[in-house]
């Protein structure tokens, strides 16, 4: 094998293994072990400024997304398809209810949610959970979530993943819902889940 070949493959070899860890480190990808302990314990206030943990997601499905309300596209995009694919469970879409964590602590106030997930084509019922940065930080490690502020002054922007994650009615981890799924997909994978009962582990 020649000496540019060994170069070449060496830097190939050296992209390939950057790019993954781009990956990982932003939950385009995760390691199998990681995937199955998605989720954990909490502590954050809703819209309403009412302390809640990790029991909110029991007793319903639950449709957990970390986002914020000053996302120019991925959040409200998202936000927006979920509502149509609860629509479009019919009598079980209020099965389902979608929890919004922020990841911008700073400026996303309990009144601030508030305002932000009345908007009408957004799922009916939304929870939206906010608190302090460490309390943000640690909702997002459980849920293996990246997230990172760029820009400065208020304008600032937050990069983040921008899976959505299907939990059981006991609080365990479903499956994911990738970004930019239509509605009807993301009513199918609920379905699936559904109709493999509480105790669903994949859609």
């Known amino acids: 094998m020649s000496r540019r070949t060994l170069v070449i493959l060496a830097l190939l070899a ?24 998605v989720g954990g314990a909490f502590q954050l206030v809703d819209q309403s ?28 995009t998202t936000l927006f398809a979920l509502g149509q694919a609860q629509k479009l469970l019919g009598a079980r879409g209020g099965e389902l209810q979608t929890v919004f964590i922020s990841v911008d602590p700073a400026r996303d106030t309990p009144r601030q949610l508030g305002s932000y997930l009345s908007t009408e084509a957004f799922p009916k019922g939304v929870i939206g959970l906010t608190g302090s940065p460490e309390q943000v930080a640690r909702a997002a490690k459980a849920y293996h979530v990246y997230y990172q502020t760029a820009g400065q ?5 937050v990069d983040h993943s921008t899976f959505t994650y299907l939990m059981n009615p006991r609080g365990g981890f479903v499956c994911v819902i990738p970004y930019n ?22 859609c």
Request: positive net charge; contains cysteine.
């Open 14 to 37: 050296a992209a390939f293994a950057l790019v993954t860890g781009v990956a990982l480190k932003s939950g385009l990808l995760a390691p199998k072990d990681e995937t199955a302990a």
């Open 49 to 76: 400024g009412r302390r809640v943990d990790e029991s909110v997601l029991k007793g319903k499905w639950s449709a957990v997304f970390f986002g914020y309300t000053y996302c120019p596209d991925a959040c409200p």
């Open 153 to 157: 002054g208020r304008a600032y922007t």
């Open 181 to 202: 799924e239509t509605p009807e997909q993301i009513a199918a994978r609920v379905k699936t889940a559904m109709a493999a009962g509480p105790r669903a582990e994949t």
